[in-house]
């Protein structure tokens, strides 16, 4: 579902980095981040971070206690 980098970009939004900070964290540029959050929600079909972090935590991509 979801690439091993597009994972990462989510378990940071789920500690509630900033698009900034993930960027920083990853190495990578801001727009690369949110082309991999952008990516995400195309793939899962919904039309929000957050409804992708839901769907992402259902589907066991992501999990609460990383």
């Keep these: ?4 980098r597009e994972s990462e970009v989510f378990r940071y939004l789920l ?8 960027a920083y964290k990853m ?3 801001d727009k ?6 952008s990516n995400v ?3 899962l079909n919904v039309s929000s971070r957050t409804q992708a ?3 992402l935590l259902r589907c066991h991509q992501i999990e609460l206690d990383e």
């Design 1 to 4: 579902m979801c690439t091993p």
């Design 15 to 22: 500690k509630n980095y900033s698009t900034k900070e993930i």
């Design 27 to 29: 190495s990578i540029s």
């Design 32 to 37: 690369t981040v949110r082309n991999h959050i």
């Design 41 to 43: 929600i195309l793939k």
């Design 53 to 55: 972090v839901l769907e």
